[in-house]
């Protein structure tokens, strides 16, 4: 169906899921009007409910409502996300996710490996930290709030996920001279 990979890559993306926990998604565990996805016996067997952003809601209720008129099934054990019969998850692994990242101008850095559909949750990851070293807050009180969010059974397999980019080097660097600078009574000019 089109717009299925789309709605896939978004949602690893934008609320860190798994490329199988965003696979497996039923139509009954996408609820539009709340701006939640039940996210069903994922890794360690647990259950969890992850809120969408305003921006990623009406994206899942764009796809929502074309998936409805390209009368695809609705009952509430089939897969939210329609892919066609022939992609299998080593499809949407390799090629077609390469396809799809090449025609985006989306390229490894030189010397790295190619990108994989996990690449998107460790940047859902950074970026969250990112936003929040801008924003100014506790950056290491809400690192539990986050490992959570990504269905970790603890902040250690979080870390994991963190990884150092010049952007986030460059806030946490600010926000230390900064610190240190009021620590020392020290006034930028």
Same mark, same amino acid.
């Given at each position: 169906?089109?717009?299925?990979?789309?709605?896939?890559?978004?949602?690893?993306?934008?609320?860190?899921?798994?490329?199988?926990?965003?696979?497996?998604?039923?139509?009954?565990? %996408?609820?539009?009007?709340? !701006?939640?996805? /039940?996210? &069903?016996?994922?890794?360690? $067997?647990?259950?969890?409910? #992850?809120?969408?952003?305003?921006?990623?809601?009406?994206?899942?209720?764009?796809?929502?409502?074309?998936?409805?008129?390209?009368?695809?099934?609705?009952?509430?054990?089939?897969?939210?996300?329609?892919?066609?019969?022939?992609?299998?998850?080593?499809?949407?692994?390799?090629?077609?996710?390469?396809?799809?990242?090449?025609?985006?101008? %989306?390229?490894?850095?030189? !010397?790295?490996? /190619?990108? &994989?559909?996990?690449?998107? $949750?460790?940047?859902?990851? #950074?970026?969250?930290?990112?936003?929040?070293?801008?924003?100014?807050?506790?950056?290491?009180?809400?690192?539990?709030?986050?490992?959570?969010?990504?269905?970790?059974?603890?902040?250690?397999?979080?870390?994991?996920?963190?990884?150092?980019?010049?952007?986030?080097?460059?806030?946490?660097?600010?926000?230390?001279?900064?610190?240190?600078?009021?620590?020392?009574?020290?006034?930028?000019?």
């Amino acid at each position: 169906m089109p717009g299925s990979y789309h709605i896939w890559i978004l949602l690893m993306y934008c609320c860190g899921l798994r490329p199988a926990e965003a696979r497996r998604l039923s139509v009954d565990d %996408v609820d539009i009007e709340q !701006g939640l996805l /039940r996210i &069903r016996s994922t890794k360690f $067997r647990k259950d969890r409910y #992850v809120p969408m952003s305003p921006a990623t809601t009406l994206a899942v209720r764009d796809y929502s409502n074309r998936r409805a008129t390209a009368a695809w099934s609705a009952r509430a054990d089939a897969h939210f996300i329609v892919f066609a019969p022939d992609a299998s998850e080593s499809h949407c692994n390799g090629r077609r996710f390469q396809e799809i990242c090449a025609s985006a101008g %989306v390229c490894p850095h030189p !010397g790295c490996r /190619r990108l &994989r559909p996990h690449d998107a $949750r460790h940047t859902f990851a #950074v970026h969250r930290l990112l936003e929040w070293y801008r924003q100014g807050v506790d950056v290491q009180g809400k690192l539990h709030l986050l490992s959570t969010y990504m269905g970790h059974a603890e902040i250690v397999y979080t870390e994991k996920y963190l990884h150092a980019t010049p952007e986030l080097l460059g806030e946490a660097s600010d926000r230390f001279r900064n610190r240190c600078a009021e620590a020392l009574g020290v006034r930028d000019e």
